[in-house]
């Protein structure tokens, strides 16, 4: 998790220069750092899930797209750009339904985490449609990996939009 910090964004209002202060230092905090010691080794699991790397990368950057993470969202774009996803694909994630560059198993796991990720929007939580069709893709390893997966990015995504932890300059592979 990333140390409080003062960010410049580099963009001008009326003359003067934007700058963005997280509130609290994760690694100044004695808390903080012990729950992000814990939640970073249940990311660990999740990577070494059999849910396909590409996938887990594209998920964790749609949950944080719709969360307005922006730390989450610079970090994933990245990260899933280093490992080789393709720009086009990291430019249309956010409008999936309308772009013709995923497979019928991502699809299925965007709606599986727009529906999880916007489960108070919903009424009823995720429907059994979403469900059924994620269940078409991936097995119950795969399935378990990606509910878990999803819960841990908004888990991210939620500390970092309350802390206000500025995204711009995460370079792929900085925290782990």
Request: hydrophobic residues 40%; glycine residues 10%.
């Amino acid at each position: 998790m990333p140390p409080t910090r003062r960010v410049s964004a580099g963009v001008t209002t009326n003359g003067k220069e934007i700058t963005m202060d997280a509130r609290l230092s994760y690694h100044g905090n004695t808390l903080f750092a012990k729950f992000g010691k814990y939640i970073n080794s249940a990311g660990a699991v999740l990577t070494d899930s059999p849910l396909p790397a590409a996938t887990q990368e594209l998920v964790k950057l749609r949950a944080s797209q719709i969360n307005g993470c922006a730390l989450c969202t610079d970090m994933h774009a990245k990260d899933a750009e280093h490992a080789g996803e393709g720009p086009v694909r990291l430019h249309l994630l956010a409008a999936w339904r309308e772009a013709n560059v995923f497979t019928d198993a991502e699809r299925a796991a965007f709606e599986l985490t727009e529906q999880g990720t916007r489960i108070a929007d919903a009424g009823g939580g995720v429907s059994d449609e979403a469900w059924q069709n994620a269940a078409k893709y991936y097995d119950d390893d795969q399935l378990a990996a990606l509910v878990c997966l999803i819960a841990l990015i908004n888990t991210y995504n939620r500390m970092n939009v309350i802390t206000r932890q500025p995204g711009g300059d995460y370079q792929p592979g900085q925290w782990g």
